[in-house]
């Protein structure tokens, strides 16, 4: 067997769906198996998903166990000679799976791959490809350094913006939404570490990886990531739960610096609760602050059956192609268009000045699949 996917699902019913087709259309030629661990979402995902995947393994958990320990049940379980560790809220394309393998292959000191992930307008998540957590570059990432210098080698190493993202790139860190592993490594070190719950488990993972002698790269290939569709990054739950991971980490593989780092780490999640309360005072002052495009842009619709479609998801009033000027939603059917074709298009007309917000129809279940407005 070629390749594993593993799929750790919570409570994203529609997402899933899309991601498994996804996954199905990329493996094609491909011998291998998807396996995908439900926590105990207490909705219908898994039930709605094994009527319409019946080919997939299905895990549920009793109790939501969190990213780490549910991944572990799947990976100890996989038979591929390489697996993926996949988020529910991703779409993939052959290019991904077929890339990866030959990568793999032909690179036998390779422990795991990362992919060029886009968000659900095209814009190039940061995130693909970063440096290992060191106090500097925590310092430099807790403090906006990173973010006021995006160019520097010195200050923003977190997330390697000087690299270009369209070629291979020798990396550190992956992310845990898109992980392309060699399954013997994976393995070997246990998978993630269960003492993470939610977030900094692929850090950790990514380190001990290299740590074992194997190197871990970013591939350019594109693919879709909706950055969590149940998590607000601007809550206080968030920067709590984030913080608590990077001291779960600095006490695992950098204790000289514990005294050092922890009030650092205290510092930075006080600045980042105070901008959180900013954000959400703005909000109740600005009421049309943070509305999303899909209620303030006029619509157009890529399909074969486009009034169909129109009359399906509730949209009045519509245009079937992209004018060269202004703000539009952009709708694309998926029951006329591949995924792979729906990505390459995403990528394609993504618009630097934001003027696109892109949207996919499910087609066989009548939901519009939005990005998490912002």
Request: aromatic share 12%; glycine share 6%; charged share 20%.
């Amino acid at each position: 067997m070629d390749l594993s996917i593993v799929i750790v699902n919570y409570r994203v019913k529609y997402l899933l769906e899309q991601t498994l087709r996804a996954v199905e259309q990329a493996m094609q030629g491909i011998s291998g198996e998807i396996l995908v661990v439900d926590n105990k979402s207490e909705d219908d995902s898994i039930a709605f998903s094994r009527e319409r995947h019946p080919q997939v393994v299905y895990i549920e958990n009793t109790e939501n166990v969190g990213f780490a320990r549910a991944n572990n049940q799947a990976i100890m379980k996989a038979q591929g000679e390489f697996t993926l560790i996949l988020n529910p809220d991703t779409i993939i394309t052959p290019q991904c799976l077929q890339e990866g393998i030959k990568w793999m292959k032909s690179h036998p000191d390779c422990g795991a791959i990362g992919a060029r992930m886009m968000d659900g307008n095209g814009v190039f998540l940061p995130e693909s490809k970063r440096a290992f957590p060191t106090p500097w570059v925590s310092f430099c990432k807790i403090f906006g350094l990173s973010k006021l210098f995006p160019r520097s080698p010195w200050f923003a190493k977190y997330h390697l913006r000087y690299l270009s993202d369209e070629e291979p790139q020798c990396i550190d860190i992956l992310s845990g939404a898109y992980m392309f592993c060699r399954t013997s490594v994976l393995q070997q070190l246990g998978g993630f570490d269960e003492d993470f719950f939610m977030y900094g488990e692929d850090i950790d993972l990514s380190y001990r990886i290299v740590k074992a002698g194997y190197k871990n790269w970013f591939l350019p290939t594109p693919l879709v990531h909706y950055k969590g569709e149940s998590t607000h990054k601007d809550s206080m739950r968030y920067v709590r739960i984030f913080y608590d991971a990077m001291l779960i980490f600095y006490r695992k593989h950098f204790p000289r610096f514990n005294t050092i780092f922890y009030p650092i780490v205290k510092l930075g999640v006080a600045v980042r609760a105070g901008l959180s309360m900013v954000k959400r005072l703005v909000k109740r002052i600005l009421p049309t602050y943070g509305t999303p495009p899909s209620e303030r842009w006029p619509w157009v619709i890529i399909s074969d059956h486009a009034h169909d479609v129109a009359e399906r998801s509730g949209i009045n009033i519509f245009q079937d192609s992209i004018p060269a000027t202004g703000n539009f939603n952009v709708l694309i059917d998926d029951g006329c268009y591949t995924y792979a074709q729906i990505v390459d298009f995403i990528r394609t007309k993504q618009d630097v000045d934001g003027r696109l917000a892109f949207h996919i129809f499910a087609e066989r279940h009548g939901v519009v699949i939005s990005p998490k407005s912002t």
